[in-house]
Each structure stands twice: as C-alpha cells, then as structure tokens.
C-alpha cells in the first residue's frame, strides 16, 4: 500500500538559517506532491504544487524538489523566521483526492 | 471572497447520537472532501464527492455517511457516534485542472464523544 513518511520529530532551528523537510514514499508514483502549511488550530493551506516532470520550484522563501527515482521531496525555507514556525504536511496526488503524510513541525526560534 | 466554512466549530455529543457537521464553500469547487485527524495519523480521508449526487468512501469510512444535493454542502453524518469518532474534522475542496488540484481547508470542527 501507499506509504508517505515525514520526519516524524521536530525540526528547531535558528532563525536564519535554512530548514529543510523531508517527504519519502512507496509504492506509488504520484503526478504531482504539494506542500502545506498548518498552524495549531487551524485547517492546512497551500504552499507549493511540483509535477513529476518538475525537478525544482520556487515561491519567494519557499523552495521545493521532486526526485522521482528516489521518491522524495525536499522542502526548503531559507532565511527562516519565527513566523516560520508550524506544522508542514506533504501531499501526493491520488486521483482527484490527496494521500497526506503526518506532518512535521517546524520551530524557529529567534 | 470565495471561502469555506465548517459549523460547528465545537461538538460535544453522547455516544449512540446522531452528529451532522456542516460544510459549505462558495468557490463553486466541484470536488469535496471530509477528512479527520488525531495525533500519531495525520489527515485521513473520510468521504469524498466529485460532484452533485456523487459521493465515495475514502480511508476510514465506517460510521459516517455523506450526502452531495447541491454544489456547495456537503454535510458528514455519524449514524450513531462513538468514543473513537473524537476528533478533529476538516473539510477541503477543490477544482480539478490539468495542472493539479489544490485543496481549500476548512477551519475545522473539534468533535468530542462522551
């Protein structure tokens, strides 16, 4: 079955610095991963969208990678902030439906 | 500007009563979906509709049901709510493009059986 893992422990770091979140997964080939965003309380909300046929993509602070072969993709913030700071899940396409990971939480501390 | 809601946004019931939770959203998005989560499992997807009168079971179906009459609602039913439907529901929509789809979130509804 479809597997999605996310770095199950949060990630602290300084602000500055770069984060970078990973996203692995099995038996599956997605056309497209997305990443969001989700704050305590609060539904989750769309960053970044990469195709399959997309290696990199970028949105401001926010940079994104799609390694097919390796099925991985890496989520990076540079130039972190502590506004930063919240849960990041990713997604891979399932038909018209999303297959969400767990999520990891982000903590920049100033 | 175009939005989804949930309501209510807190619930507390008894085990064995009926719960609806509504969902409506006004980006006139044709896809619709229910979704819970708990610590240690993330998002799970509960039900999903791809359009007026059509609805499919996602992951963890048991126990709830959907009804799709319109564009925008798409209410979740537990038939008879039990201690392990506590939890935190989302609703999400969508419009499918070749480009992918994007998910609009809901704020939520907290739900806690007694």
């Known amino acids: 079955s479809q597997k999605i893992e996310q770095n199950s422990e949060a990630l602290n770091i300084q602000e500055g610095k770069t984060a970078t979140l990973t996203c692995n997964y099995t038996?599956?080939?997605?056309?497209?991963l997305q990443w969001y965003r989700q704050d305590p309380g609060r539904g989750p909300v769309f960053l970044l969208l990469i195709r399959e046929n997309e290696k990199e993509k970028r949105k401001e602070r926010l940079k994104v990678t799609f390694d097919t072969t390796l099925k991985q993709s890496l989520f990076h913030i540079t130039a972190s902030q502590p506004a930063d700071s919240a849960t990041y899940l990713c997604?891979?396409?399932?038909?018209?439906?999303?297959?969400f990971g767990k999520g990891t939480s982000l903590l920049v501390t100033p | 500007d175009a939005e989804i809601t949930q309501s209510p946004r807190h619930k507390i019931t008894e085990t064995g009563r009926q719960v609806t939770l509504a969902c409506h959203q006004t980006?006139?998005?044709?896809?619709m979906f229910w979704y819970r989560q708990d610590l240690g499992h993330g998002l799970r997807l509960i039900h999903y509709s791809y359009g007026v009168q059509d609805t499919n079971k996602g992951e963890v179906s048991d126990g709830y049901s959907v009804s799709r009459s319109n564009t925008e609602d798409l209410p979740l039913t537990l038939e008879s709510a039990a201690s392990s439907q506590t939890s935190v529901y989302f609703c999400a929509s969508s419009e499918s493009t070749p480009a992918g789809d994007t998910q609009y979130f809901g704020p939520g509804t907290r739900l806690t059986v007694l």
């Open positions: 038996n599956y080939s997605p056309a497209y």
């Open positions: 980006w006139n998005h044709n896809n």
């Open positions: 997604a891979l396409e399932a038909g018209y439906a999303l297959n």
